[in-house]
């Protein structure tokens, strides 16, 4: 069941036994990272909760149907009006009012309320009040990242379900099923999560990391401001283009750290791997662990909308003069 979602087996067996069991289902809660997969289990339980037929085998009946083509009247899905922003309470009521209706096409309703972690007290508050007392026709499911941002009320009050990254291979089928062009190397970027791993094909995150590995590769040369200079991409780089050089380049930095204490199996960057070990040769531990905090506080400054261009600039700047400082010593 489930079987075209790849992965979180242990979890589609507690959601089978829940159908077994009736549709006197508690909330439910699936947190883990982003991409991995919630929100498409989300569904795919919400379409069998709601199937008039065998809810084992829901395909075929009008419920089935309204849900494939998104236009099911018995499921409410409330989600952040873009990613990363809060959930209102405007939005919460909003659904807290459609829950005066009683189900129209199945027998129950669902309601999947997408980035529960990003709800301010008031919004909070408002969810718990239906959490507390959900109508008996009702089920809610909530989607989080983190599970430290929610309520201890809230949560005494749901299933929680722990969703983790997917192996890489599944990773790699599913971006070979979207006709992704090197699904192995992305895959192994993502760290599990199939939607990052779209999300860094999308945003030509190999390219990217190509650009990161030459700046690395040239953070002890002498003439560091000509090299800055010649780089053309720098003069034009947005700010969404400067944080997926970051995020390259701190992967890099990462694998710069596996290298030095041996532990290569967690490698993001498998095929790189005779360029880094040539890259970080002369790097010390330190400078490696400095360099991705100094990348950390970058990817914070473009994210605050400083310019891409400047902080890159800085970033490079900051990383040779550390080496320049070790030749003193
Ligand atoms: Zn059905």
């Known amino acids: ?47 069998s909760f709601l199937c008039l037929g065998n809810p084992l085998e829901p395909d075929n009946c009008r419920s089935c149907h309204a849900m494939d083509a998104g236009t099911h009247p018995d499921l409410v899905q409330v989600a952040q009006l873009a990613p990363g922003k ?27 309320i997408d980035g529960a972690d ?7 508050n408002s969810l718990l009040k239906l959490l507390e007392e959900p109508p008996e026709y009702w089920l809610f499911i909530l989607i989080a990242t983190d599970i430290n941002k929610l309520l201890p009320t809230i949560l005494s009050r749901v299933i929680q379900r722990r969703f ?36 860094y094909q999308q945003a030509d995150a190999l390219m990217w990391r190509e650009r990161a590995l030459n700046v690395l590769e040239n953070a002890g040369n002498p ?5 800055i200079s010649n780089l053309e991409w720098l003069d034009k ?9 970051l995020e390259m380049f701190s992967l890099l930095l990462r694998d710069g750290l596996f290298l030095k204490d041996g532990t290569k199996c967690q490698f993001f960057n498998i095929d790189l791997e005779p360029r880094l070990e040539q890259c970080f040769k002369l790097w010390t531990t330190g400078q490696i662990e400095k360099t991705i ?37």
């Open 237 to 245: 780089v947005g700010n969404q283009e400067g944080l997926t050089f």
């Open 1 to 47: 069941m489930w079987d075209n979602i790849k992965g979180h087996q242990q979890n589609k067996e507690f959601l089978k036994s829940l159908l077994q069991g009736g549709r006197s289902t508690p909330s439910l809660l699936f947190y883990g990272p982003e991409g991995v997969g919630k929100r498409l289990l989300a569904k795919a339980f919400a379409k």
């Open 293 to 329: 905090l100094w990348t950390g506080e970058s990817y914070r400054g473009i994210r605050a909308r400083c310019a891409s261009k400047s902080v890159i600039e800085a970033l490079i700047v900051k990383i040779s003069l550390m080496g320049k400082e070790q030749d003193r010593d």
């Open 223 to 227: 003439a560091i401001m000509d090299f």
């Open 86 to 112: 809060e959930l209102l309470i405007e939005q919460i009521k909003d659904m807290a009012r459609q829950a005066a209706y009683a189900p129209t096409m199945s027998t129950h309703k669902v309601c999947i």
């Open 164 to 199: 983790t990254g997917l192996e890489d291979r599944d990773v790699a089928a599913i971006l070979a099923e979207h006709q992704v062009e090197h699904p192995e190397e992305l895959a192994r970027l993502a760290a599990g999560s199939p939607g990052k791993a779209l999300a």
């Open 118 to 124: 990003f709800m301010k007290a008031p919004a909070a």
